[in-house]
């Protein structure tokens, strides 16, 4: 069973920070790429970053320079620092990984349960 388990949400008001974790945890073989969605009601969700086994980076336009992915790999979290956040980044945030359980098994995508980010005076 693989669990992906995030932290670090909450209310903040415009210009400030927030970082959020994401731990997976369970029977892992290899975790390759991790990485942030977002989603408010009624959108789809979208990537707002990901970051490779390696440390390779993709950042979306509306949130670079004000958003830093990172991953600790011996502890299989991913990490995603926002600074200067704007009302729009208003939405719960979806961590994910790619990642096999054996050796012999499909790369398969697993999602967190998601965490709210409020930005508002």
């Known amino acids: 069973q693989v669990r992906l388990v995030e932290s670090g949400g909450g209310l903040v008001q415009p210009g400030g920070s927030l970082r959020l974790s994401c731990a997976a945890s369970g029977n892992i073989f290899s975790i390759y790429t991790m990485g942030w969605y977002r989603q408010t009601p009624g959108k789809q969700r979208e990537l707002v970053a990901s970051?490779?086994?390696?440390?390779?980076?993709n950042t979306v336009d509306s949130v670079k320079g004000r958003f830093t992915i990172s991953r600790d790999n011996p502890k299989n979290t991913v990490y995603l620092q926002m600074n200067s956040l704007k009302p729009e980044d208003t939405a719960a945030y979806y961590c994910h990984a790619d990642l096999r359980l054996t050796s012999w098994s499909k790369e398969q995508r697993y999602w967190g349960q998601g965490t709210q980010v409020t930005v508002s005076s």
């Open positions: 970051i490779t086994s390696g440390g390779s980076t």
